[in-house]
């Protein structure tokens, strides 16, 4: 460890000592590197574990951080959760390989030092300090062994990266032989956290599909926010970058798939980040496509005006400043060709990004639209972005939206 990072570290552990069994909402030095939203148990577009749950058997997931620091933290959530879950063991360590974990990296994760805990129903919990340096753009790889059925899991749908599962207890394993199922979601994963790295303020992505990262090469994490990321560490200003988007999410309608309306769970997942400056706000395709039959999956469609999304978006605003947050607004990508496109929505998308563009509510914008649009019809995406449905993003698509945003708007 580089000799300066010494002091850091030991502030580090007395508060380890002084405050055994970090909660969730204790913030005190930590900044979140790495962050994904809760959702509700249940179908999605994918298959998935939420529903039947865990039973001695191990899940392990990998994700990739954005910030260093020398020590981590892990958060764990069961909002969703009809009971408490105990997790009998879990585990922290370097990524290698698929499941695989590098050697000598393993870190038991521990609550009030012990290292089974309960997570409560309708909570957070956060694991005590793990002494192990986490690099910028590193991966982790996080298991946790469930030996007691969990019942239906409070998870995320849309990882777009693979996550394990085993028979038994592989908590410990270096090697990834003994997990031989895999899904693209996170399971009770919902945060991990990172002390002693760069002192900017982190920047969260709040949105639906288009930040989750839906069209992106599974296990790339070429996801925009991840783009992002990677564009201000080669800038030299470094930063933690969340992704908290949900596919299919909305500001103004409430789904059991698809996640908590924006208005209601922003608090939650922006405000509730220990370590943020800024918050990228895109959100409201969904609101006005999801308004013809066949609903989202299977639900009724809803009708949503622009001013009603513009509305949204204010009370989006307002909460943000009322925490001290930069916030900027994104404007609504073309849709024409997509499942969402008619005349009305499509005239419903140009006034809400008139007035993101115009009305000087956002402390900046960041014009998705026109950076995203074909040059021989602005309402239609670049076909070099188009993921083949017209309204999502490849690639190319993630990597344009990571270079519209302007580094400069960023607290």
Same mark, same amino acid.
């Not at 996550?163 to 031989?180: C, K, L, N, S």
């Not at 002390?195 to 839906?214: K, N, Q």
């Given at each position: 460890?580089p ?19 970090t ?69 922290i ?28 129903a ?7 300090l ?23 899991v ?6 777009? =990266? ?9 908590r ?6 003994a ?27 709040f ?5 989750d ?14 783009e ?91 909460q943000?400043?009322a925490?001290g ?21 499509e ?21 998705f639209?026109?950076?995203? =649009? ?13 993921a ?12 344009a939206m ?10």
């Amino acid at each position: 460890m580089p000799r300066r990072l010494a002091p850091i570290l030991a502030v580090a552990l007395a508060t380890l000592t002084a405050f055994p069994g970090t909660a969730a909402a204790d913030t005190r030095g930590w900044t979140a590197t790495w962050s994904a939203s809760p959702q509700r148990p249940g179908i999605n577009y994918t298959p998935n574990w939420s529903e039947q749950g865990f039973a001695r058997q191990t899940v392990r997931q990998v994700v990739r951080v954005s910030a260093g620091g020398v020590a981590a933290r892990v958060r764990l959530s069961n909002v969703y959760g009809a009971a408490p879950v105990k997790v009998a063991g879990a585990t922290i360590a370097r990524t290698a390989e698929g499941a695989a974990v590098r050697p000598g990296s393993v870190r038991h994760l521990t609550v009030n030092r012990a290292r089974s805990f309960t997570i409560p129903a309708g909570a957070e919990l956060a694991s005590d300090l793990v002494p192990m340096p986490v690099g910028a753009l590193s991966s982790v790889t996080v298991t946790l062994y469930l030996a007691d059925p969990t019942g239906p899991v409070t998870y995320h749908a849309q990882a777009m =990266a693979p996550t394990y599962r085993a028979e038994g207890d592989h908590r410990a394993d270096v090697g990834g032989a003994a997990f031989t199922e895999k899904t693209v979601s996170w399971y009770y994963l919902s945060g991990v956290d990172v002390l002693g790295g760069t002192h900017r303020r982190g920047v969260v992505a709040f949105g639906d599909s288009l930040t989750d990262g839906y069209g992106s090469t599974p296990g790339a994490d070429n996801r925009y926010p991840d783009e992002l990321a990677e564009r201000l560490a080669a800038s030299g200003r470094p930063r933690a970058v969340l992704n908290q988007g949900i596919g299919g999410n909305r500001v103004t309608v409430d789904s059991m798939q698809l996640g908590d309306k924006g208005t209601a769970r922003f608090r939650r997942d922006v405000l509730g980040q220990p370590g943020v400056g800024t918050v990228i706000i895109l959100e409201g395709t969904n609101d006005i496509g999801m308004n013809q039959p066949p609903g989202p999956i299977g639900t009724p469609p809803t009708e949503v005006s622009a001013a009603q999304v513009i509305a949204g978006h204010r009370e989006l605003i307002r909460q943000a400043r009322a925490k001290g947050l930069r916030v900027i607004g994104g404007t609504l990508p073309p849709i024409k060709g997509s499942r969402y496109y008619t005349s009305a929505t499509e005239a419903k998308r140009d006034e809400v990004n008139a007035w993101i563009r115009t009305s000087g509510e956002y402390d900046a914008v960041a014009d998705f639209d026109r950076a995203l =649009a074909a040059s021989s019809d602005e309402d239609q995406l670049n076909p070099a972005y188009d993921a083949g449905d017209h309204l999502h993003l490849n690639d190319a698509g993630y990597r344009a939206m990571a270079r519209t945003i302007d580094l400069a708007d960023l607290r």
